[in-house]
Nanobody, 119 residues
Framework: QVQLVESGGGLVQAGGSLRLSCAAS????????GGWYRQAPGKEREFITA????????YYIDSVKGRFMISRDNAKNQVFLQMNSLEPEDTAVYYC????????????WGQGTQVTVSS
């Protein structure tokens, strides 16, 4: 399994943007589908978006469609999450994860990065 480290979280005002990065080490990220989850205080971890190994296929939950965009740079062993038009409801710890391919359970997780959106 690759090791995953997220970065790019922080405090932003509503309507602002953040770009999260997920760097992989100890392996080849292109061998895995990538995904982002988030967990808000007192809530269960929630799937947000996923991207196929080659980056050609992506999925989003309805609440982030049109605002968030997942991408990847396999040459740099990184997956990204561009978040625009952020809302206070987006406040959570964001985790990147990998699975053998889209549709398979995610079995490898980063430590998370905090995103706080102020109103």
């Amino acid at each position: 399994q690759v090791q995953l480290v997220e970065s790019g979280g922080g405090l932003v005002q509503a309507g602002g943007s953040l770009r999260l990065s997920c760097a992989a080490s100890g392996g080849t990220l292109s061998n895995y589908a990538g995904g982002w989850y988030r967990q808000a205080p007192g809530k269960e971890r929630e799937f947000i978006t996923a991207i196929s190994r080659d980056g050609a296929t992506t999925y989003y939950i309805d609440s982030v469609k049109g605002r968030f965009m997942i991408s990847r740079d396999n040459a740099k062993n990184q997956v990204f999450l561009q978040m625009n038009s952020l809302e206070p409801e987006d406040t959570a710890v964001y985790y990147c994860a990998t699975s053998p391919q889209l549709g398979y359970p995610y079995d490898n997780w980063g430590q998370g990065t905090q995103v706080t959106v102020s109103s």
